[in-house]
């Protein structure tokens, strides 16, 4: 069973950082793609960013590029969402996902944690 953990979120000024994890249990990465995204109060889901475990490509939404990183640690199996140079406009619950399909669709993905709010204040 795929299942996935988000930690790290927080309060903090805009500006400042934080890191995000997503640590996945009941499956290994090879073959999926692991995405984030983000909900806030009033607004769709949307997709933040992706990585795929099959060709290593990454993938991130216009408005976070130059300030999230993403990346891994395989041994840990463990996700992580380095956000950098926060607005406020980033407040939102982050989760993760999991998708054996192409990893563009929201409906592919699976395994879907409670998430972890992040707030950023100005």
Same mark, same amino acid.
């Given at each position: 069973e795929v299942q996935l953990v988000e930690s790290g979120g927080g309060l903090v000024q805009a500006g400042g950082s934080l890191r995000l994890s997503?640590? &996945?249990? /009941?499956?290994?990465?090879?073959?999926?793609?692991?995405?984030? +995204? =983000?909900? &806030?109060? /009033?607004?769709?889901?949307?997709?933040?960013?992706?990585?795929? +475990? =099959?060709?290593?490509?990454?993938?991130?939404?216009?408005?976070?590029?130059?300030?999230?990183?993403?990346?891994?640690?395989?041994a840990k199996n463990t996700v992580y969402l380095q956000m950098n140079s926060l607005k406020p406009e980033d407040t939102a619950v982050y989760s993760c996902a999991a998708s054996r399909g192409s990893g563009y669709y929201i409906r592919e993905y699976e395994g879907w944690g409670q998430g972890t709010q992040v707030t950023i204040s100005s």
């Open positions: 997503c640590a &996945a249990s /009941g499956f290994t990465f090879d073959d999926y793609v692991i995405g984030w +995204f =983000r909900q &806030a109060p /009033g607004k769709e889901r949307e997709g933040v960013s992706y990585i795929s +475990f =099959r060709d290593g490509s990454t993938y991130y939404i216009s408005s976070v590029k130059g300030r999230f990183t993403i990346s891994s640690d395989n």
